[in-house]
């Protein structure tokens, strides 16, 4: 992360993470782990975040989601947190 600057939010977190080569390591029901760069997390987020736009979602509205792939559902969460939506997983 950025030394001297603090993170206010969940989102500065990520932005400061994508900038270096860190990630989180996903591990699906088959125990097959999948290493992600947040840069990778960061950017595929923010792409699907261009689609809920177009597609009608604005900031504070819930999302609600049900989904299994675990990559999908962090895209997904952070495209929400991103746009100032709330993330409503069932």
Known sequence: MNAGKACDTLVDV????AR???GIVLID???EDRFVPYAELRSTALALLGRLRRAGAERGMEIVF???D???FLVLFWACQMGGMVPVPV
């Open 66 to 68: 049900q989904i299994e």
């Open 29 to 31: 029901g088959s125990n």
């Open 70 to 72: 675990n990559f999908a």
């Open 20 to 22: 270096g080569d860190r």
């Open 14 to 17: 990520l932005n400061a993470s």
